[in-house]
């Protein structure tokens, strides 16, 4: 359930490369901006290419999601393929806008 106060601006998720090293420069934490059963779009300091394979984790805030979503649709670990990448232009810190679909 949904904790007072708490919504998908808290919600930490972690990237990274699948099948990568835990340790190496591929891994990012970045902010969920929304969320569906089929999909997660996130706010992070790095770059994915489209059609990348990516293992995500949501560390907190795992039962917020989009609207027509049930909190148990929502994967808190899964793989993913990156649809789209795109940078942002707010701010000095590279930031991009990211999409991903779970796999089936």
Same mark, same amino acid.
């Given at each position: 359930m949904k904790s007072p106060g708490q919504d998908k601006q808290d919600t930490t998720v972690e990237i990274s490369h699948f099948n990568s090293d835990p340790f190496d420069d591929s891994r990012c934490t970045a902010t969920m901006s929304g969320c569906s059963s089929?999909?997660?779009h996130f706010i992070a300091d790095r770059h994915f290419l489209k059609d990348t394979p990516v293992y995500i984790r949501l560390k907190n805030g795992s039962s917020m999601c989009a609207s027509g979503a049930h909190p148990e649709e929502i994967r808190t670990a899964?793989?993913?393929? !990156?649809?789209?990448? @795109?940078?942002?232009?707010?701010?000095?810190?590279?930031?991009?806008?990211?999409? !991903?679909?779970?796999? @089936?």
């Open positions: 089929s999909g997660i899964a793989v993913a393929w !990156v649809k789209w990448s @795109r940078p942002m232009e707010d701010g000095n810190l590279p930031r991009y806008e990211i999409g !991903v679909q779970y796999c @089936r």
